[in-house]
């Protein structure tokens, strides 16, 4: 599809950020995506020296699809549908896909050092994960980041007074946290790496490619201004966030995120699904703010700390349930258990601290149509 | 040793509180304590019916007892010092021995409510204590309260939904530790109704009788002004104070209170010290006030609501210490130890949200020497 030029003249389009901003923004990403995509092949599964690359390289994928994607969802009506509808659903099997090795390792990360926190141990963190998770990195996967010499060397075994900081339940339910999400992790890897070489990827590749340099507008798209698109979107984050129990949330120390800690229900916390909701929602906000900047969105620092109180609230609610699920595995000691019950509980106050913080941003943050 | 009277013209006390004030007030509580003496043998040990004037007539005693005692140290050198030394630590025994009955009680009570706001339970609070507790009460303590249509009848049972409300874990959690702890308040019921009985408790007895007529002041202490006493014991709590960690605990979420959670060091807490002796020393200064307004003291709010704040400090600080203790019983089932985990981490963010109370309270309070 040409690129189509606007007569600066006119009146409808004067001044007005329209479809034109849209597709240099898409071909920027689908550029940034190509590269990062050759970046991947030169390194992936490669020596540990370029692993550090690979995963930058499969970061920045991520990056460009999440950004492509949602470009697609909020500016749909100047898109061409039929093209939209058939990339989208591929774009996010992508990026879910590339990042679940990474969720993965943050998890374990998260729990490791919470474990060292709540023994009261004064070890530098880096070191602290690299301690705990020794010994099973033989086969370190490519998109592992070692620490520094800590690679599977002598250099990373712990001290006897490091070692002396956990307790037995602390040390063993870390050892059970590193086993089954390391596993987990190791199994990402394996599928994100048959992902890359698929047929159905080499699909997506091919149609970003195309969208480097033709992005798929409607005929009207050029002249038509973005704004009404981007205040929608920001209507539906207001929307959402009005619905959340920010009230609550802003009264610290509410107890409210534990509520259900040890319900019967399996999926014991439907609470933290509008959270979720709304970090999805924020970041589509602050896309379509980049698209109607054309790249120069000026930082907004409390949108960024909202968007960042969200992550953490989604961090931490899966470290929670991985340390229940983890709880639940057949013949585990006590001490072990109680170890994951104190991280548990731990990892749910870290999503009443989120909300909270998100609600102190928000209060700072007054949404306009980008 | 008979009351001297002072010559109001006197300059050096004109308008001054002096020591005659607290041998007033030291009448006042010696009278109360033996108020709370007699009810207490009218209605001790009897039936069901006396067994909350029991409660309320063992709580005058140790209401009383803590003043005098207070007193005694706030303003020693206005009292004969033999008799002091004498004296006190016999109150301070007594209202120990008396309150240990109560503290297990409301520490069990405290758990399991926690445990059924952590299984999401909706129940009405007392009866959820009730029905946790029904079934153990067979020889319901003296000094217990029921509740009302609890007493160990059916209508204290169960039904099935109430149960289903609590995982298998948290429902062995909370009959693991009510055994425990109503062992340790049956254990705690016999002391004290034996240290009634002791000629210990018949010799601290007469000397708050003779308080009640004569109190023991030296010989200048009537024309002694009590404000600089009572100014020692407001900056000896301010002191405690300014070496709070109190920039720590007004921001919420500060995580502190459950670092060492997973120690293996057997008393984990030692932060909690400084936070029990502002409490002790918060009390001293409130009834030092006591004893300067004649009992017509003003109600000073946030000066109440910081002493509440070190109280639930106090018990969440014991209760989690009680699930940790209760963790390491032996034999025990995964699912208990976890949910005594989440427990123990329940009632130390309990401990955090106290403090953060705590601070919050004391910033809207000057002390001033009363």
Redesign the interface.
Known sequence: MAQQHLDPTDPATAGAVTGQALAAYLRAQATQFLRALRLHRETGGSSAGDAAESVDAARALRRSARRISASLHTFRPLLDPDWSEETRPELAWLSGTLGLEHAYESRLERLLLA?H????ATMFPARAVGMAAAGSRATAPVTMKAAPGNAGGPAGSPTTAER????V??AKAGALLERQLTLARTRAHSTALQALGSSRFHAVADKVAVLASEVPLTPSAPTTDLSPLAAAAAERLTDAIAALPLVTAGH??N?EA????????PS?HPQDGPWHQVRLLLRLHRYAGEVLCGGNAPVNVPLLTAGQALNRHRDASEAAAAAAQA?RTPR???????????????QR??V??AR??FQQAWRKQTVNAP
Request: charged content about 10%.
């Open positions: 474990l926190r709540l023994s009261g002396g900081t956990l307790t339940g602390a610290p120390y107890a534990l509520v259900h800690g040890l319900s019967p229900d014991p709880a585990i000691a006590p001490a072990t258990a109680y170890a994951l019950g104190v991280l548990h509980a731990d106050h870290e009443e601290a909270f913080a």
